[in-house]
């Protein structure tokens, strides 16, 4: 542990290590999103830290896989939602959710990630902007696997 790592109190996680990775890689494996195909490095540095932050957040639970049949929905408890929304729903990610970030500059990974969210869960873009915390990172890390996957 560094000398500013946040202190972590096992007794608040709702999943255990292995539980959480579990579901990480349900989710790798629905979306068959192959890490170490990746061409780039970088990128595949990226992909390994989000899954590893992904982790974190399942455990906390704030992310939770819902299975029904051949269908993945990933359901983001909010834990300061900013308004009547409790949990979002992430569809399916496909091509109609790739098209949303067209039109965003390739380098720009926070606008694309953000209208990914929007379009996956069905938020107003506005709503989007008002996620804060934990609710915001958990919500980017899941939008970047999608987009780096």
Known sequence: MGQFSLNRDESKYKL????????????????????DAQPDRKA????????????????MGLLENIRD????????????????????????????AKLATDGFDQDDRYARAYALIAHLTGLPPQAVHEL????LNAAEDLGLLFLLG
């Open 16 to 35: 255990s290590p292995e539980a959480a990775t579990a579901q990480v890689r349900q989710l790798i494996e629905h979306y068959q999103i192959d890490i």
């Open 44 to 59: 595949k540095a990226a992909i390994e830290g989000v899954c590893e932050r992904l982790v974190r957040f399942y455990r």
């Open 69 to 96: 049949g051949n269908r993945l929905t990933v359901r983001q408890h909010l834990a300061n939602p900013p308004g009547e929304t409790k949990d979002l729903d992430w569809a399916q990610m496909g091509a109609k």
């Open 132 to 135: 804060r915390g934990v609710d």
